[in-house]
């Protein structure tokens, strides 16, 4: 897990998750690492700097943190963000910003899988109620550490597939 910053920002910060439609390599993971830092130094709102920070996990996931108890983000900030995430699946020819793709741990191996392939996978099996799944639907630090990666049966998924309990 490589992080900038997050660790210190409030629980209540804002989060943004956005997830990579394929595994980073060690190479791009370190370059994301490099750009990201240089955004959240930059991140404005308002014309205010912001506290912000920033994780890369399993390589795959790029989470933003905006503490807003100084600054609030403003819809310029972000947009600021979006353009900044649409760069980064420009130059690694990814998609981040798919929001009916969902991660799924299936054989100790990270998934993204489209909704058909998702119901595919509970009906054959291969995912259960127990099966960890990614909230990206998180919207605090707080919930970040402890509602993002859970079991199916705990998750909003189960409400929106058909999971046997």
């Known amino acids: 897990m490589n992080m900038s910053h997050a660790q210190q920002l409030s629980p209540d910060s804002r989060v943004w998750i956005y997830q990579s439609d394929r595994k980073f390599t060690r190479e791009e993971s370190e370059r994301i690492i490099q750009m990201t830092k240089e955004f959240t130094g930059s991140w404005t709102s308002h014309n205010e700097q912001v506290k912000a920070g920033f994780e890369l996990r399993y390589n795959r996931f790029l989470i933003l943190l905006l503490d807003e108890s ?7 900030s972000i947009d600021t963000s979006i353009h900044f ?6 130059e690694f020819q990814v998609i981040m910003t798919d929001r009916m793709k969902f991660a799924v741990m299936m054989n ?10 998702f119901e595919q996978s509970l009906s ?4 259960d109620a127990d099966s ?9 630090r707080a919930e970040l550490d402890t509602q993002w990666e859970i079991p199916l049966k705990n998750s909003w998924h189960k409400n929106y597939f058909s999971v046997n309990a």
């Open 70 to 76: 100084h600054v609030k983000a403003g819809g310029c």
């Open 132 to 140: 960890i799944v990614f909230n990206n639907l998180v919207n605090t």
């Open 108 to 117: 100790e191996a990270i998934h993204v899988l489209s909704k058909d392939e």
């Open 85 to 90: 995430i649409r760069s980064v699946e420009k």
């Open 124 to 127: 054959d099996g291969k995912l």
